[in-house]
């Protein structure tokens, strides 16, 4: 997908919804939510990529900060089909995270096929995405062989469980 220029950049963004399209014939979502911008700003939902839950792969795929405009900015035009509810019980900078790199790692381990008891490797487990995957990883009951260097970072992975 080549990117689009001039554009703002920027993903991962946490706001609250000012305006819904007059062309927005059912809304998931109403003024007033709380709702975070991902990578993946919106796809057909319609393709064999779409239904099969490959979204990425879309044909028709607008991506925050490349090939539409980001988060960058005070107002950001979205598409509500593509905006994620944001609890008010979670931070917008912890919900920022898990936008993009929540949901790279979430997925990885969903399409993984473990189950439960299993164990799982994972590189670099205490970087940006790596102790969000050990978070994920204990969550769905599997057993975490941490890999990364430093005290630092082994001092982080453990106490997330590995």
Same mark, same amino acid.
Not at 136 to 161: C, F, H, N, Q, R
């Given at each position: 997908?080549?990117?689009?220029?001039?554009?703002?950049?920027?993903?991962?963004?946490?706001?609250?919804?000012?305006?819904?399209?007059?062309?927005?014939?059912?809304?998931?979502?109403?003024?007033?939510?709380?709702?975070?911008?991902?990578?993946?700003?919106?796809?057909?939902?319609?393709?064999?990529?779409?239904?099969?839950?490959?979204?990425?792969?879309?044909?028709?795929?607008?991506?925050?900060?490349?090939?539409?405009?980001?988060?960058?900015?005070?107002?950001?035009?979205?598409?509500?089909?593509?905006?994620?509810?944001?609890?008010?019980?979670?931070?917008?900078? /912890?919900?920022?995270?898990? *936008?993009?790199?929540?949901?790279?790692?979430?997925?990885? %381990? +969903? =399409?993984?096929?473990?189950?439960? $008891?299993?164990?799982?490797?994972?590189?670099?487990?205490? /970087?940006?995405?790596?102790? *969000?995957?050990?978070?994920?990883?204990?969550?769905?009951? %599997? +057993? =975490?062989?941490?890999?990364?260097? $430093?005290?630092?970072?082994?001092?982080?992975?453990?106490?997330?469980?590995?």
């Amino acid at each position: 997908v080549p990117p689009s220029h001039p554009l703002i950049g920027g993903h991962e963004g946490v706001g609250i919804i000012v305006a819904i399209g007059d062309h927005t014939a059912a809304s998931p979502v109403k003024l007033g939510d709380r709702v975070g911008i991902k990578w993946l700003a919106d796809s057909c939902l319609s393709c064999e990529y779409c239904r099969r839950g490959y979204e990425m792969n879309c044909p028709n795929v607008k991506l925050s900060g490349f090939t539409t405009d980001g988060t960058f900015s005070e107002y950001v035009v979205s598409f509500v089909n593509h905006v994620t509810p944001i609890p008010e019980s979670l931070d917008s900078a /912890g919900a920022a995270s898990i *936008l993009c790199a929540g949901v790279t790692t979430y997925k990885a %381990l +969903k =399409v993984s096929n473990t189950k439960v $008891g299993d164990w799982v490797a994972l590189p670099g487990a205490g /970087g940006g995405l790596g102790h *969000l995957a050990v978070q994920y990883a204990k969550a769905m009951g %599997l +057993k =975490v062989i941490a890999i990364d260097t $430093g005290a630092a970072k082994e001092k982080l992975v453990k106490s997330l469980g590995a």
